[in-house]
Structures are given as C-alpha cells and as structure tokens.
C-alpha cells in the first residue's frame, strides 16, 4: 500500500530529472573550468528528448495516448530514460579550437539552476500531499 502512495511515477520522473539537472550542473561547471583549456571540448547533457520518447510525447509536448475511460488500458512507461552525458564536437570559432562560449554557459548554469528548483519544489509539494494524506490534516 504504501509502494502505491509513494512511488507514483510521478515522483520517479521528478527524481530522475533533478538528476539530470544535477549530472548537467556537473557538467556546465566542468565546461566553465576548461574555457581557456586548449583543444578542450565541451560535453552537454541529454535528458529532456530520451524522456519526451519514453514518454511518447507529440511535437507539442502532449502524450498521444489519451485515455478516456477507468476501463481503459493504462497508460504505461516504456522504459527508464536516463541522462546522458554527450561530447559536443562542432568547431571553433577560437584560434586554440576550444568551443566553450563563456556566455551561454553561464546561461545553461542560471537556466538549469531554474529548472532544478522548479522540480524540487514540485517533490516537495508531492510529498507535502501524501503526508496531508496520510496524517489528514
């Protein structure tokens, strides 16, 4: 009973994303360190679209499954999508070929900092519901 409550896939996609967001900070900072580094290339981190398939998302970010009915079928995860760790290899526009821009970095860094906090609220809110369940308050 309480495997229902608390591991809703819900709470697993939030989780597996505030570790992506994690893993990409990692990362970000790794790109940060290295941008005078020469022949340095910089890494990106896949999460969103591995999540978007596993999910089965349309263009528009809506699942196309829609389940209409409590007699129908659920709706089921087709697999795990974890994040990834992916080496970016596009040319320089640098003399010393390192393809790190300062700029969109510290973009990326602000952007995923947003998107870790946005998720971390949401767990916490999740949880703040099953404990309201369970105490009923």
């Known amino acids: 009973m309480l495997e229902q409550i608390v591991g809703n896939k819900a709470l697993d996609v939030m989780q597996r994303g505030m570790g992506a ?3 990409r900070h990692e990362v970000i900072s790794h790109n940060i360190a290295n941008v005078n580094t020469p022949y ?3 890494s990106n981190v896949v999460f969103e679209e591995l999540l978007a398939k596993e999910l089965d998302l349309d ?3 809506r699942m196309k499954v829609v ?3 409590d007699r129908h079928m659920p ?3 087709r697999g795990r999508a974890l994040a990834k760790i992916e ?4 040319s320089s526009m640098r003399y010393d070929n390192n393809n790190v821009d300062i700029d969109v970095e510290m973009a990326s860094l602000a952007k995923n900092s947003l998107y870790f906090n946005a998720l971390a609220r949401q ?3 999740q949880f703040s519901r099953i404990r309201s369940v369970l105490t009923g308050q």
Do not use: C, P, Q, W
Not at 87 to 90: M, N, T, V
């Open 75 to 77: 709706i089921a995860f």
């Open 87 to 90: 080496l970016d290899e596009s």
């Open 59 to 61: 263009d528009t970010g």
């Open 40 to 42: 340095f290339k910089k």
């Open 21 to 23: 967001a994690n893993l």
């Open 123 to 125: 767990v916490g809110g």
């Open 67 to 69: 389940r209409t009915n």
